[in-house]
């Protein structure tokens, strides 16, 4: 808890039993939930994440194997976020490179702004590899050209927000897309409640489950679509929760 504000911490994740355990006992100790999120993972990432389940009272193992084309993020994400019951929800890779110890500094900075929403933005940052730095330019570019506003960082895997604004976030993509789509709702339906927070990414664990170019067309030709068509919600099917 910080103030008086409940936190919980929504992490999905795929075949990251490698590194788990070091990571889940390194998550500070304010925050009142974990929930862990497991989407087809091949590895021992839902047995290590029993194991700490039945050893970390705050820690809630979810299993959701649900995918888009073999990509899950999204359905996993929206299954955390679901599940959760903090006043204050903290989206986060498991993957390490973002930091969820910072969460007391942004929660400051989201009540100087009077913010409900804040997306976590890595840049600018010269560690990151130039050419991953050029695809988020360009699909920030696209993003101002079609909706209007201008992001730092359209494909941040962090956010801080309000529990109280999920129903306004109106989330479908099962995929990757869910990153970009819960940025450009949270900016279309909250409006100067939305904005983002500067952040700096740490060094990852364990392999990355994306081809960034593969993965940064299929966003470019999501965002051009999203841009004429509304939205549509999906039914939640029962999540099997271990």
């Not at 604004?165 to 993509?173: A, I």
Request: glycine share 6%; charged share 25%.
């Amino acid at each position: 808890m910080i103030g008086h504000y409940s936190i919980s911490l929504v992490m999905p994740c795929r075949n990251e039993a490698s590194h788990l355990e070091s990571l889940i006992m390194d998550v500070p100790d304010y925050y009142d939930e974990i929930l862990l999120v497991s989407n087809k993972s091949t590895d021992d990432t839902v047995s290590v994440g029993k194991n700490l389940e039945d050893r970390i009272p705050r820690l809630h193992l979810i299993v959701d194997d649900r995918s888009a084309d073999g990509i899950g993020y999204g359905y996993a994400h929206m299954t955390g976020i679901d599940a959760a019951t903090g006043d204050i929800i903290v989206c986060a890779d498991s993957d390490g490179t973002y930091p969820i110890d910072r969460v007391p500094d942004i929660l400051h900075e989201m009540s100087r702004r009077r913010l409900s929403f804040a997306s976590c933005t890595r840049y600018p940052d010269p560690s990151i590899p130039h050419a991953l730095q050029l695809g988020v330019r360009t699909l920030n570019c696209e993003i101002a050209v079609l909706y209007g506003f201008h992001l730092h960082d359209s494909l941040s895997g962090m956010w801080v927000f309000k529990r109280e604004v999920v129903p306004q976030l109106h989330l479908t993509q099962g995929d990757w897309n869910l990153s970009p789509q819960i940025k450009l709702n949270a900016h279309k339906y909250l409006g100067k409640r939305f904005g983002e927070v500067k952040i700096t990414q740490k060094i990852r664990l364990g392999e990355t489950k994306q081809s960034y170019v593969k993965t940064g067309l299929h966003h470019l030709f999501w965002i051009l679509s999203n841009r004429f068509h509304e939205p549509q919600e999906i039914q939640k099917p029962d999540q099997e929760k271990d």
